[in-house]
């Protein structure tokens, strides 16, 4: 067998495969990042806890309503975009004309106030979710067996993502979108309703959060901490792609993925480090990010 | 009336200093205790807010039983897994709020580093919920005791009980940190004793995200059981994993270090059949079920090994204060160190010279889903494992302290 560094391409690949997966989750949450700031400029500090409360939904709606796990990938995104829109009406919409620390402290309070409430209702061992029947079986790749489930990650996360920038790059509603983003006064003259179009974009990015929450539940223990323990690397990933950037976060939250993946193999004591050093060395050659665009 | 004045001081001074000395020397009037634990983090089911209770309730006890003379006061905090906010908090304790002995303290790197901060300090640690057997061997110290288990008898427990049922190949997914190192090389060191191989590990960090990864290199290894050296939250997503990738299938995974929260939390479908090593298991006699349905009334579910543990480290480090007369570190250490440690937790537990309380351990197999009759019932217990074999002998020793 053909080895690479004395691993095998066979486990090459596979860990390839895997790394897709966890990118899929770090792009699905870095979008509704970047898409959030780059609307609002609000550092949304709770998004890993949005995130958590999108899994925790998810084993709330089956144990406590029955409800499966195809209903809830439509409705706990819903439900949460909801709770955002009023967070976002209530508290964040005061914030907008005040320097970006002050959302990113108000979100992070948010952030520790819902996983504080949950820890306490829960505990954090995790609640167990399991995986729908229809993915129950592995599916051979040839080179590893992938559980169907992962698969199915991956596929649905990239149809989300794509149709997420398509929305805001292509469509008419984007356009007027990125015009709110570029000059909020002079839209506002055109007869467009802002405020309404922000307070959506909010529930829209949320709702991303905790889209990635549902399709993570099956995988993991649900614990309240799982957002907290996933974010860092998540803003990580906006700071590489470019702040703002809907394409940069995409992009770079798959490729950071299988980075990440490749290091657990090659040396995976620095598996949880190696988002940060790229981070670093991005920042040093390109500091608006790869995909940025450098404020005149 | 001056002199009559004189006199009456001099004589409230003499009597004040003859009823002290028939009273115990309590520093502050008061004997202080510190739980300190992760009250919030990936720990915090097995240890967390269940050891505070265990500590009330020890010193509820003792009250109600020995009347005491002395006040007791707990206090708790937050070590977050740091080992920098742990010593400092401990530092602060023994410095402005004049703790006496400090407890649970789980997490094998802010274990050690407290232990340092207490024996500077002269004061006494007794850990319950950290692992690493370094508490007893290079980091040992007179002011420390390592009381409910270490990574040597887990090994000794699990490990030598896999290779004889014939799992000799072994693979290792461990934790990159000193309590998940210290399991490993004691595990691998039991294997090898034993006639086993390993073939390979792999170190992932704490709290790792995800365990594919991982996971599939131990199945690329081709070894028959999978060794899992970590704890908390990781265990419970390495077993998840493990059995959505269909690795259980062909190969065995090993928990050497289960607490019964983890395996509440992913319930007995996933587990069934896992052989681990506990400590304590509140199904065991009537004396652990009392003190289980105790606990349980007040937290909602029953004790972890760390939880029993703490309480019964509290209630003897208070009668050893009780029995020096003073809560003067030295002389209760040599107290601790002469006692004989029975009660619900441990029967017949000895404290030696490094620190090690020896008691029995034991080994268990978590119970098919069908097997399991009410609520927490989850283990069979398969063989106890008495503490002079369970535990490190002091020959083996590492520890300075330790004459040979």
């Known amino acids: 067998m053909t080895e690479i560094f004395g691993v095998s391409t066979q486990a090459l690949l596979g860990q390839l495969v895997l790394g897709l997966v966890n990118g899929s989750f770090y792009a699905l949450l870095s979008l509704g990042l970047a898409v959030i700031f780059g609307m609002l400029n609000i550092i949304n500090f709770a998004h890993g806890a949005f995130y958590m409360i999108g899994a925790v939904m998810t084993w709330m709606a089956l144990n406590y309503f029955g409800i499966s796990y195809w209903w809830s990938l439509a409705l706990v995104p819903l439900v949460v975009g909801v709770v955002a829109v009023v967070i976002e009406r209530a508290l964040l919409q005061w914030l907008y004309k005040l320097d970006p620390l002050y959302g990113l402290l108000l979100t992070f309070g948010l952030a520790l106030i819902f996983e504080g409430v949950f820890r306490n209702a829960y505990g954090v061992s995790g609640l167990p979710y399991s995986i729908p029947e229809q993915f129950s079986e592995p599916l051979n790749l040839g080179f590893m067996l992938l559980p169907k489930y992962r698969a199915w990650v991956i596929l649905v996360s990239l149809v989300v993502c794509f149709a997420t920038w398509f929305l805001i790059e292509k469509t008419r509603l984007g356009a007027t979108l990125r015009a709110a983003t570029e000059n909020a006064k002079l839209t506002q003259a055109f007869g467009i309703n802002v405020p309404l179009l922000v307070m959506l974009t909010y529930g829209f990015g949320i709702a991303l959060a905790a889209f990635a929450g549902v399709l993570a539940a099956p995988t993991k223990q649900i614990s309240p901490l799982m957002g907290s323990n996933l974010i860092i690397g998540v803003f990580a990933v906006v700071v590489i792609g470019g702040m703002g950037s809907i394409l940069g976060a995409i992009v770079t939250g798959l490729a950071l993925g299988v980075i990440e993946g490749l290091t657990r193999v090659f040396y995976p004591e620095a598996s949880a480090t190696v988002v940060f050093i790229i981070m670093a060395l991005v920042l040093l050659v390109r500091p608006a990010g790869l995909f940025g665009k450098r404020e005149s | ?404």
């Not at chain 2, 992760?38 to 720990?43: I, Q």
């Not at chain 2, 020995?66 to 400092?88: C, E, L, M, W």
């Not at chain 2, 607490?259 to 587990?271: K, W």
């Not at chain 2, 029995?323 to 002469?338: E, H, I, N, R, Y």
Request: proline share 2%; glycine share 8%; net charge neutral.
């Open chain 2, 1 to 404: 009336m001056k002199r009559r004045l004189c006199c009456a001081l001099s004589l409230a001074v003499l009597v004040s200093v003859s009823a002290s000395a028939a009273a115990p020397k309590i520093s502050g009037g008061v004997v202080k205790i510190g739980v300190l634990t992760d009250m919030s983090g990936l720990y915090s089911d097995l240890g967390g807010q269940g050891s505070v209770t265990g500590a009330q309730m020890a010193v509820e006890d003792f009250k109600a039983q020995y009347k005491p003379s002395f006040k007791i006061d707990v206090v708790y905090a937050d070590h977050q897994n740091k080992a920098d906010i742990g010593s400092n908090k401990v530092r602060e304790w023994y410095d402005r709020e004049d703790v006496d002995m400090v407890t649970d303290v789980l997490n094998s790197a802010v274990a050690i580093a407290v232990a340092k901060v207490t024996a500077e300090k002269k004061r006494i640690l007794i850990d319950i919920g950290a692992g690493s057997t370094r508490l007893t061997n290079e980091d040992c110290t007179p002011y420390s005791i390592h009381y409910a288990y270490d990574t040597y008898a887990l090994a000794s427990g699990t490990a030598k009980a896999i290779v004889k049922q014939g799992g000799d190949s072994w693979f290792f997914l461990t934790a990159d940190y000193a309590f998940g190192h210290s399991l490993e090389k004691d595990s691998s060191d039991i294997v090898k004793a034993n006639g086993g191989k390993v073939l390979g590990t792999v170190r992932h960090p704490l709290n790792a995200s995800d365990f594919s990864s991982f996971l599939l290199q131990a199945q690329s290894s081709k070894a028959k059981i999978i060794g899992l050296a970590n704890a908390g939250g990781d265990t419970i997503n390495a077993i998840k994993a493990a059995a959505e990738f269909g690795i259980t299938k062909n190969q065995s995974l090993a928990g050497l270090l289960v607490f019964i929260t983890d395996v509440h939390s992913l319930g007995l479908q996933l587990t069934q059949g896992m052989m681990l090593t506990d400590g304590w298991y509140w199904d065991y006699s009537d004396e652990t079920r009392k003190f289980g349905k105790r606990y349980f009334d007040k937290m909602k579910k029953m004790p972890s090994m760390v939880h029993a543990g703490t309480y019964s480290a509290t209630f003897n480090y208070l009668k050893a204060v009780q029995a020096a007369g003073t809560d003067d570190a030295d002389a209760v250490m040599k107290q601790l160190k002469s006692m004989t440690i029975n009660d619900m937790f441990a029967k017949g537990g000895k404290i030696r010279e490094d620190g090690r309380m020896v008691h029995d351990m034991y080994l268990m197999q978590v119970k098919k889903p069908e097997e399991s009759k009410y609520p927490w019932d989850y283990y069979n217990v398969k063989a106890v494992i008495s503490g002079d074999d369970a535990y490190q002998p002091l020959s083996l020793s590492r520890c300075p302290l330790v004459k040979k």
